[in-house]
C-alpha cells in the first residue's frame, strides 16, 4: 500500500477537532476534511485519469486524494498555463473544475458533482502524479512524480512543538503550493488558504493567524517588505520564510532578514526536481557572500555545471516526461545558468534562455546578473531586463518599478558604473507601476515584453 496515502489518512484521523483550512473565512477541521474526501472518493468512482483544474480550495487537494486512492493517475492544470495548455495537458482525463464552461466535451465535473456515499478504501501501492510544463513555448510536458510523495511521508512529521499554521498563496495545482499543503497535513497543522495574492492580505493574516511558516517568490516578498502595512505588523510568530521560484536580489534577502530575523532561508527546485539545494538563516549570518547563493546541495542530489548551466540527477528526480523513457539516474539539464564556489554553494545566474547576446563581440549577458544590479539602486523598487532585437543585433531592455525620482539616462549610469562594459547598460529604460506576474508569483517577461513600448 502507498505509504504516503496511508500517512496522510493516518493524520486525518488524528486530527480530530482541530482546523486543518482555513478558507474564505470558513473554518474545515481534519475531520470534516477526512469525511469530504471520503464522499468525494464515494462520487468519482472508478476513473484512470483525472485532472485537477481548480484554484486555491480546500476541494483541490481533497479531489486530488480521492483520486489518488481510486489508483488514478492525477493531473494538477497548472493555474499559470494558457488556455490551450490546459486543455492539451487534460486530453483524455476527467476533468473537476470550478470553471466548466472551459472546457468542452463531456467528462467534465465540479466538486459538488461528487459528493457521493463513502465506499470501502483500497490503497494502490503508489500514487501518480502528472505534472505539466507551462506550455508557453509550445505543447506542454508533462512530468511524471511518484516517489517524490513517498519521500514527503518521511520528511514530514508532527512537531514536538504542537501544530504549525502555514500560509498558502501558491496556487495548489503547482509543484510548490501542492507539496506545501500536503507537507502541512502531513505535520498536522493548519493551513491558512488564499487563492491568489495579496500582500495586505497576506500581512493581516499573519498578524491574525499567528502564522509560522509561509513561502514567496521573490516578487512577491519585495512586495510584502515595500507595503505600507508592512511596520505596523506583528511579524514575530514566523519561524520560517523560504524563498525560491527565481533569483532573489541579495540586497532583498538582507532586507528580509532584518525585518523577519534569522528565519529566512532559500531553496532551488524544478518541477522535475522539486529539492535540489537549501540555505538556512545561520548559513547568511555574518556572510553577506552568500546572500546570492541558494545554498548547497541537499543530500541525496547531485549537481554539475556542464558549459555554464547546472545539471542534476537524484532521490527528488521526477520519474520521467510523460511519453518518454524513465530518467533513472541520468542527468538533467535544468535551463538555469549557474555557478559553485569554494565551498559548495551554488550561485544561479539566470535562465539559459534568458541570456542576450550583446556588444560588438557578442557577449553573453545573463539578464538576471543585470536586474539585481538595477535593483541596488536607492530609487528603485524593482526591475526587469530582456533581450529586444535591432537591425544590429540583440541590446538590453529594462523595465524599472521606481521608488523614488530617477531617469532613464540615471538608471543606464548605475549599470555602467556597476559594470564597467556597456554591452551590460540597458539600450532603453522603461518605467512601470508594477511587473506583471504570473499565477505562481514569477515575472512574466512574455506580458511586459509586448506592455512596453521600444523607442
Same mark, same amino acid.
Given at each position: 500500500m502507498?505509504?504516503?496515502l496511508?500517512?496522510?489518512?493516518a493524520a486525518?484521523d488524528? +486530527? ?16 470534516q476534511a477526512?469525511?469530504? *474526501?471520503r464522499?468525494?472518493h464515494?462520487g ?9 483544474d481548480?484554484?486555491?480550495r480546500?476541494d483541490?487537494?481533497?479531489?486530488q486524494l480521492?483520486a489518488?486512492?481510486?489508483g488514478?493517475t492525477?493531473? @494538477?492544470?497548472p493555474?499559470?498555463a494558457?488556455?490551450?495548455a490546459?486543455?492539451?495537458?487534460a486530453?483524455d482525463? !476527467?476533468v473537476?473544475?470550478?470553471?466548466p464552461?472551459?472546457?468542452?466535451g ?7 458533482? !461528487?459528493?457521493?456515499?463513502p465506499?470501502? *478504501?483500497?490503497l494502490?501501492e503508489?500514487?501518480?502524479?502528472l505534472f505539466?510544463t507551462g506550455?508557453?513555448? +509550445?505543447?506542454?510536458?508533462l512530468?511524471r512524480?511518484?516517489?517524490i510523495y513517498? $519521500? ?5 512529521a ?9 500560509l498558502l498563496?501558491?496556487?495548489m495545482?503547482?509543484m ?8 502541512? *497535513?502531513l ?5 491558512v488558504v ?6 495586505g492580505?497576506v500581512l493581516a493574516?499573519?498578524e491574525?493567524h499567528r ?7 521573490p516578487p512577491?516578498?519585495a512586495a510584502l517588505?515595500d507595503h505600507?502595512?508592512?511596520?505596523r505588523t506583528?511579524?514575530?510568530s514566523?519561524r =520560517? !520564510?523560504?524563498l525560491g521560484a527565481?533569483?532573489?536580489p541579495?540586497h532583498?534577502l ?8 534569522p528565519?529566512v532561508?532559500?531553496?532551488y527546485?524544478?518541477?522535475?526536481a522539486?529539492?535540489i539545494a537549501s540555505i538556512s538563516?545561520? &548559513?547568511l549570518?555574518?556572510r553577506?557572500?552568500r546572500l546570492g547563493?541558494v545554498?548547497?546541495?541537499v543530500?541525496?542530489m547531485e549537481?554539475r555545471i556542464?558549459? $555554464?548551466?547546472v545539471e542534476v540527477r537524484?532521490? =527528488? @528526480? @521526477?520519474? +520521467?516526461?510523460?511519453g518518454?523513457?524513465p530518467i533513472g539516474?541520468?542527468w538533467?539539464?535544468t535551463?538555469?545558468?549557474g555557478r ?6 551554488l550561485?544561479l545566474l539566470g ?7 550583446a556588444g560588438?563581440?557578442?557577449?553573453k549577458v545573463p539578464?538576471?546578473?543585470v536586474?539585481h544590479?538595477l ?6 523598487r524593482?526591475?526587469a531586463?530582456f533581450g529586444r532585437?535591432t537591425?544590429?543585433g540583440?541590446?538590453?531592455?529594462a523595465?524599472?518599478?521606481p521608488?523614488g525620482?530617477?531617469?532613464? &539616462? &540615471? ?5 555602467r558604473?556597476a559594470?564597467?562594459?556597456e554591452h551590460y547598460?540597458p539600450?532603453a529604460?522603461?518605467?512601470v507601476?508594477a ?5 505562481? $508569483?514569477k515575472v512574466d517577461?512574455?506580458?511586459l ?7
Amino acid at each position: 500500500m502507498s505509504f504516503f496515502l496511508t500517512k496522510v489518512l493516518a493524520a486525518l484521523d488524528a +486530527g480530530g477537532d482541530r482546523v486543518l483550512f482555513h478558507a474564505g473565512g470558513v473554518p474545515t477541521t481534519y475531520h470534516q476534511a477526512r469525511d469530504r *474526501l471520503r464522499r468525494l472518493h464515494g462520487g468519482l468512482g472508478p476513473v484512470r485519469t483525472l485532472a485537477v483544474d481548480l484554484r486555491n480550495r480546500p476541494d483541490t487537494v481533497l479531489v486530488q486524494l480521492a483520486a489518488l486512492l481510486r489508483g488514478a493517475t492525477v493531473v @494538477m492544470v497548472p493555474a499559470s498555463a494558457p488556455k490551450a495548455a490546459r486543455l492539451a495537458a487534460a486530453r483524455d482525463a !476527467l476533468v473537476v473544475t470550478d470553471r466548466p464552461d472551459d472546457w468542452p466535451g463531456d467528462d467534465v465535473r465540479t466538486p459538488g458533482d !461528487l459528493d457521493g456515499d463513502p465506499e470501502p *478504501l483500497e490503497l494502490p501501492e503508489k500514487v501518480r502524479l502528472l505534472f505539466p510544463t507551462g506550455g508557453t513555448t +509550445g505543447p506542454p510536458k508533462l512530468i511524471r512524480h511518484s516517489g517524490i510523495y513517498d $519521500g514527503m511521508a518521511h520528511i514530514f512529521a508532527p512537531s514536538p512543538d504542537g501544530p504549525g499554521r502555514t500560509l498558502l498563496v501558491a496556487p495548489m495545482t503547482h509543484m510548490t503550493g501542492n507539496a506545501t499543503v500536503l507537507g502541512a *497535513l502531513l505535520r498536522r497543522d493548519t493551513v491558512v488558504v488564499h487563492d491568489g495574492f495579496d500582500a495586505g492580505a497576506v500581512l493581516a493574516a499573519i498578524e491574525e493567524h499567528r502564522i509560522d511558516t509561509l513561502s514567496l517568490t521573490p516578487p512577491r516578498l519585495a512586495a510584502l517588505l515595500d507595503h505600507p502595512r508592512r511596520p505596523r505588523t506583528d511579524l514575530s510568530s514566523v519561524r =520560517s !520564510l523560504s524563498l525560491g521560484a527565481a533569483p532573489l536580489p541579495p540586497h532583498r534577502l538582507a532586507q528580509a532578514l532584518d525585518v523577519f530575523g534569522p528565519v529566512v532561508g532559500q531553496g532551488y527546485g524544478l518541477t522535475e526536481a522539486p529539492m535540489i539545494a537549501s540555505i538556512s538563516a545561520a &548559513e547568511l549570518l555574518g556572510r553577506p557572500d552568500r546572500l546570492g547563493s541558494v545554498g548547497r546541495i541537499v543530500p541525496g542530489m547531485e549537481a554539475r555545471i556542464t558549459d $555554464g548551466e547546472v545539471e542534476v540527477r537524484g532521490l =527528488s @528526480m @521526477m520519474d +520521467g516526461y510523460a511519453g518518454a523513457p524513465p530518467i533513472g539516474g541520468g542527468w538533467l539539464r535544468t535551463g538555469d545558468l549557474g555557478r559553485f564556489d569554494d565551498e559548495g554553494y551554488l550561485y544561479l545566474l539566470g535562465r539559459a534562455d534568458d541570456v542576450v547576446v550583446a556588444g560588438e563581440h557578442g557577449t553573453k549577458v545573463p539578464a538576471t546578473v543585470v536586474e539585481h544590479a538595477l535593483a541596488t539602486h536607492p530609487a528603485v523598487r524593482s526591475a526587469a531586463v530582456f533581450g529586444r532585437d535591432t537591425a544590429d543585433g540583440q541590446v538590453l531592455h529594462a523595465v524599472v518599478v521606481p521608488s523614488g525620482t530617477v531617469t532613464a &539616462e &540615471e538608471i543606464r549610469a548605475h549599470a555602467r558604473k556597476a559594470f564597467g562594459q556597456e554591452h551590460y547598460v540597458p539600450a532603453a529604460v522603461d518605467f512601470v507601476a508594477a511587473l506583471p506576474l504570473t499565477a505562481v $508569483g514569477k515575472v512574466d517577461k512574455r506580458a511586459l515584453a509586448q506592455l512596453v513600448t521600444a523607442p
